[in-house]
C-alpha cells in the first residue's frame, strides 16, 4: 500500500519549498509515498509565452524568456545541491534547456506553435522539476528515482487535453512502481505529461497534475491521495474573493468533484474519477503550513448544520441562445443542437429550454464560431461571452425546501441570466455576468456561512 503526494507549482516553486517538501516526504516515509511534482510556479504559462512568441516567429523574445526560466532552475539548484552533486544536475539540466531552445528555434522558424509542439514546449516545466526535486530528495537521504511519466501515462492524441487510456497507464505504473516501491525506492514523476502509443509527448491539460497523481494512486491502489498546495484545504469558497473562507475539514467525493468542476480551481476537475473508482481518500494539505489537517475528502461525506459545504464560480463562460427557424416544436431538434456541441468535442454545461428556444453555456471560447456557424443552419444562434456560473454545493440541498428563494434574495439585485439545479440534487447553479462574481459570492457566503457548523468548517 502506498502513498501518493502530489507537490503543486507553489510547493516547488523554490529551494525552501523544494526543502519543506523534502520533509513532508521523510515524513511518510513508512507508508511507501509516490511524489509527483508540478511545475515550478509560473513555469507552465512562461513556456507556453515562450511558444507562442517563438509561433508569431518573435525567436529572441521566446529565448529571453527561457534564458530566466533556465536561470532560475540553475539557482535553485545551487541553492539545493553541494558543489559536487549540482555539478551532475547542471549538466542535465543544461541538456534540457538546450533540446528547449533548439525546439523554440525551430517554432520560430516555422513562424507556427500547432497543439502538438505546445504539449512538446509544456513538458519542459515538468521534466524540469521532476529532475531538480529527484536530485534535492537524493542530497537529502531519500532514496529518489526519476520515473518519466511519458514512460507510463499513456493517452490519445488530443494535444493539450490528452485523455488518459487507463488500461495501458495502469499496466505500465504497476511495472514500473512496484519494483521500485519493494526496494523502498521513492519514485518521483512529473504530473500533467504523457505520451501516445507512438511515445509523442502529450499534456493531460492545465492543472492536470492532480489528476495524474490520482491516477497513479488509483494504479496502485493506493491508501491515500495528497494534493500538497498554498491553501489549507478545500475551503467554502475561493480565498482570492472572500479572505473569510472557511476551511472544510470533511467532505464528499460527489460534492467536491462538482465544486472542482464548478471552477475550485483547487482540484483539477477530473482528479476524483479515479478516487472514487478505487475509494482512495483525496485529501488536500497545506506545503507551507503541513501540521494543518487541510481537508478530506471521502465517499461519505458527514452531516452538516449548514445547507451548503461551498461556493465554487467558474469565468470565462458563454451563454449560446438557439431559437428554432423552423421544425417549430419538432422532435429531434434538440439532439441536432446537442450533436453539433459534441461534434465540436465542447462540453456544455447549464442548460435551459423552452418549446423553440435552448439557451446552454460552455466554457470555451475558440470553439464557439465554429458550433455557432454549424447551428445557424438550423435556427438563430446569438452568444455572449464574459459570463460566470456560480454553483452552491452541498448534499443538504436534496431534502431542504425553499432553498433556491433564499439563495436568489441574498442576490436580488443581480442580473441572473440562467438557472439550473442539477440532477445530482447536491447543487444549485446559476449564470451571472462576470463583473458581478465578488459581489455574489461574498454575498451567499455572508448569508450561508456566517454561522457554521464547527464539525465540518474550521476558521483559522
Ligand atoms: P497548485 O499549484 O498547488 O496546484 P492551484 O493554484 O492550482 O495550486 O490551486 C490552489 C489555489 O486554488 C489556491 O491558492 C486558491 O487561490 C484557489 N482556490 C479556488 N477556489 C478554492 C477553494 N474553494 N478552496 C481552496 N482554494 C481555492
Ligand atoms: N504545470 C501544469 C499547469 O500549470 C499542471 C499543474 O500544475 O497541475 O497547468
Ligand atoms: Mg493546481
Keep these: 500500500m502506498a502513498v501518493v503526494l502530489k507537490f503543486g507549482g507553489t510547493s516547488v516553486e523554490d529551494s525552501t519549498a523544494i526543502d519543506r517538501a523534502a520533509e513532508i516526504v521523510c515524513s511518510r516515509l513508512a507508508q511507501d509515498p509516490i511524489v509527483v511534482v508540478s511545475a515550478m510556479a509560473k513555469v507552465t504559462d512562461q513556456l507556453l509565452a515562450m511558444g507562442r512568441a517563438a509561433g508569431e516567429a518573435d525567436r529572441d523574445v521566446a529565448l529571453q524568456l527561457s534564458r530566466a526560466v533556465r536561470e532560475r532552475h540553475y539557482n535553485t539548484a545551487s541553492e539545493l545541491l553541494h558543489t559536487g552533486v549540482f555539478g551532475g544536475l547542471h549538466s542535465q539540466l543544461e541538456a534540457d534547456f538546450d533540446s528547449l531552445d533548439e525546439l523554440l528555434r525551430g517554432i520560430a522558424a516555422v513562424g507556427e506553435l500547432t497543439p502538438r509542439t ?3 514546449v509544456l513538458a519542459f516545466g515538468e521534466r524540469l522539476s521532476s529532475r531538480l526535486v529527484t536530485a534535492a530528495f537524493a542530497a537529502r537521504g531519500l532514496k529518489a528515482v526519476l520515473v518519466d511519466s511519458r514512460d507510463c501515462i499513456v ?6 487535453k490528452a485523455v488518459p487510456l ?9 511495472a514500473r512502481l512496484r519494483p521500485l516501491l519493494e526496494k523502498k525506492c521513492v519514485p518521483v514523476m512529473g504530473g500533467f505529461i504523457g505520451a501516445t502509443r507512438e511515445g509523442v509527448t502529450t499534456t493531460i491539460g492545465r492543472g492536470g497534475s492532480d489528476f495524474s497523481a490520482a491516477i497513479i494512486g488509483a494504479a496502485l491502489d493506493s491508501e491515500r491521495i495528497e494534493i500538497w498546495t498554498d491553501v489549507d484545504g478545500m475551503k467554502t469558497t475561493d480565498p482570492n474573493l472572500c479572505p473569510d473562507a472557511l476551511r472544510i475539514k470533511s467532505i464528499g467525493f460527489e460534492e467536491a468533484a ?3 468542476y464548478f471552477g475550485a480551481r483547487v482540484l483539477h476537475p477530473s482528479t476524483l474519477l479515479p478516487a472514487i473508482q478505487k475509494n482512495i481518500p483525496v485529501l488536500v494539505l497545506n506545503s ?5 489537517h487541510g481537508t478530506r475528502i471521502t465517499a461519505r461525506a458527514p452531516h452538516c448544520r449548514n445547507i451548503f459545504k461551498a461556493i465554487a464560480a467558474k469565468k470565462r463562460i458563454t451563454i449560446v441562445d438557439i431559437v428554432a427557424t423552423r421544425m417549430l416544436g419538432a422532435h429531434g431538434f434538440l439532439r441536432s443542437i446537442f450533436e453539433v456541441f459534441d461534434r465540436h468535442r465542447c462540453p456544455v454545461d447549464v442548460v435551459s429550454t423552452s418549446e423553440v428556444s435552448i439557451s446552454l453555456t460552455v466554457d470555451s471560447n475558440e470553439a464557439i464560431p465554429a458550433i455557432a456557424a454549424d447551428l445557424e443552419k438550423m435556427a438563430d444562434v446569438k452568444y455572449a461571452g464574459r459570463n460566470a456560473i456560480v454553483c452552491l454545493v452541498g448534499e443538504n440541498i436534496r431534502d431542504t425546501p425553499g432553498i433556491a428563494a433564499k439563495v436568489f434574495t441574498a442576490i436580488s439585485d443581480i442580473n441572473v441570466r ?6 445530482s440534487e447536491i447543487n444549485i447553479t446559476f449564470v451571472i ?14 448569508d450561508f456561512f456566517a454561522d457554521f457548523d464547527s464539525e465540518v468548517f474550521a476558521r483559522e
Design 118 to 120: 505546445t504539449d512538446n
Design 155 to 160: 493517452t490519445d492524441a488530443t494535444h493539450t
Design 166 to 174: 487507463m488500461d495501458d497507464t495502469n499496466d505500465n505504473l504497476r
Design 258 to 260: 462538482e465544486l472542482a
Design 288 to 292: 507551507r503550513n503541513p501540521a494543518n
Design 418 to 423: 440562467m438557472i439550473s439545479q442539477g440532477a
Design 433 to 446: 455576468d462576470e463583473r458581478d462574481v465578488p459581489q455574489a459570492v461574498r454575498r451567499l457566503h455572508q
